[in-house]
């Protein structure tokens, strides 16, 4: 693009990684965009083909002062965590986890799901809590497909994930002003996002999509200048991740899988992981240890 976009504000290119096997690229946090709205981190998992025998271990390790949702497009992941919940993801559903003060989980492929090769594809996203809920008592919640609501036409189909959008509110129990949602559009679609919240951005998952006539790739986190509608047009068959809300109500501080408003109870999280003080996920055996090489800290905003 020669001149700017008038529409965009931030284009984030992500890291991209791998884990056993399974390419991870992450958007948040980056150098470019630390969050956008309540959202802190977003990861598209795959899509990768996971081998007879093998998959997903994502052993147990904890969380403090946020809330991970978890999204699939393909594949499914058996989630448990120190609440006692043993629950399958599969795709089109929400598994909304609330860490609150303090929660454990992992995340696998099922065991009975390992006798074949098995496709994942997928967005973690995680939301930070407002400061006065941060230490809120953690919960989990599941959704299915088939209770979000959906908003179809020419060419357009979008399941609100969570939040209000298009006139429709999704069921999943959040606790900030938010929307989230997977948008299927087919080629030649055309789809705005309405300009009723402060923070918005859009993560094309695959295909391509115009914006104010500049062509942009899968793999690009679009964040959006307030103020005005944006219109998508479609390439070619895309998805496109809606993502956003307002702001935060105050700054940040990121540590590993802790995030939170004050830099001691992050310190405090790190000790009490340390010393196997996090309420254990029963069943499992083993647990991610506390980095040793500690991961830069992330500072939002």
């Not at 931030?10 to 991870?24: A, F, K, N, Q, Y």
């Not at 120190?82 to 860490?99: E, Y």
């Amino acid at each position: 693009m020669s001149e700017p976009n008038p529409a965009i504000e931030t284009i984030v290119v992500p890291r991209t990684s791998d884990i056993g096997g399974l390419e991870v690229r992450r958007a948040l946090p980056s150098i470019q965009r630390r969050m956008v709205g309540p959202f802190v981190f977003l990861d598209q998992m795959g899509p990768a083909l996971l081998r007879a025998g093998s998959g997903l271990d994502v052993r147990p390790h904890p969380h403090i002062g946020l809330a991970t949702v978890t999204y699939l497009f393909e594949g499914e992941i058996l989630h448990r965590d120190s609440l006692g919940t043993v629950r399958t993801i599969r795709p089109g559903a929400v598994n909304w986890m609330t860490a609150g003060s303090g929660i454990v989980h992992s995340e696998r492929t099922p065991a009975e799901a390992r006798d074949a090769d098995n496709p994942l594809a997928g967005i973690q996203m995680w939301v930070a809590l407002p400061r006065p809920l941060e230490e809120i008592a953690p919960a989990f919640a599941h959704h299915p497909a088939d209770t979000l609501p959906v908003v179809e036409g020419e060419g357009a189909r979008v399941r609100l994930i969570a939040g209000d959008l298009y006139g429709r509110r999704s069921p999943v129990p959040t606790l900030s002003d938010m929307f989230y949602a997977d948008a299927a559009l087919d080629a030649g679609a055309r789809l705005e996002l309405p300009a009723a919240h402060e923070e918005r951005a859009a993560y094309i998952a695959s295909g391509r999509v115009t914006v104010a006539g500049d062509l942009f790739e899968a793999g690009r986190l679009l964040v959006f200048r307030p103020g005005d509608p944006i219109l998508f047009e479609a390439g070619e068959a895309s998805r496109v991740l809606l993502l956003g809300g307002e702001p935060l109500d105050g700054p940040r501080r990121m540590w590993w899988n802790f995030v939170s408003s004050s830099q001691d109870r992050i310190e405090q999280a790190k000790e009490d992981w340390r010393a196997g003080r996090f309420t254990p996920v029963p069943g499992e055996g083993e647990v991610i240890p506390l980095p040793e090489t500690p991961p830069p800290p992330v500072r939002y905003p």
